[in-house]
């Protein structure tokens, strides 16, 4: 039933043959604002887990790049997956309901871990999978044909999952094809990622991302900044707290979290100990109760940083207005 078809113009390894289809980013997002790649293809042939620059950003036998949103709200208003390349719908799946496996375990999904999919063909032995679709959402059916860029689903959080995110994963033969180092061998080697021109700027490599940021007048869990269900900063809340969640840290960075009022003067100081790990995401806060007048009306600013190796290696700077 697969019907081959001509992939678009190739990416090529350096003096070498054309190694694949030209991919476009498969999620209608954009990397650095509206999502995030949370890890990478594992390269690591034995027990251990490494990226294609050799760092952690992954994990043991993860076959494919998981592209991320920033939380449940993103996911309910509706994030468009989309056919990376040209070619034919292989196979799809729907009917998986979207429950965080933290919610059903892990044997609920047995079997369907890539909880609602589809597979697209694209000729030459080379096909694409999407996985973890919102249930009801898939818009291609069976042996239909779709262009680069088409939309075929939305992000949801079915399978097995306890976040919204796109799974994606690329294979020729069978096998699967790292598509930022598709000419395989040894991590930290690669060349002739398969991105296109216009996104391969923005796939580049990022040692670590910040999620979410915000102020909240209660308590903060990794809950419910997931579930995006945090009471808003007031002036007469019981509390001001400034929150981070970042993604992709290494072992030994030291995180920094510091707010100061209007007048520039600093309200509370957060700063963590070095990681004893890589931590695939991680919540801090701080914050301070509300003084019996209120808080002063005017801008209160939190900045973050991550210190790695004496650099700065990620920050971000945010506001309130009360």
Known sequence: MLVACSPSVPSEAADGPPL?????LPV???LGATCEIQNYVDRDPGPGARDYTCA??????HKGVDIRVP???AQRAGVAVLAAAPGRVARLRDGVADVSVRTTGVSAVDGVECGNGVVIDHGDGWESQYCHLAQGSLIVAQDAEVRAGQPIARIGLSGQTEYPHLHFTLRKDGQVVDPFAPAGGEACEAQGALWSADVAEAMAYKAGAVLNT??????VSMESIEDAALPPASAHAPALVAYVRAIGLEAGDVQHLKVTGPDGATLAETTIDPLDASKAQYMLYAGRRTP???WTSGTYTAEYWVERGGKRALEQRFVADL
Not at 20 to 24: A, F, N, S, T
Not at 56 to 61: H, I
């Open 56 to 61: 952690a950003r992954t994990y043991q036998d």
């Open 71 to 73: 939380d449940l709200a």
């Open 28 to 30: 209608d997002c954009v």
């Open 292 to 294: 019996p007048a209120g």
């Open 20 to 24: 694949g289809p030209e991919l476009v």
């Open 214 to 219: 915000g102020f909240s007048s209660g308590a």
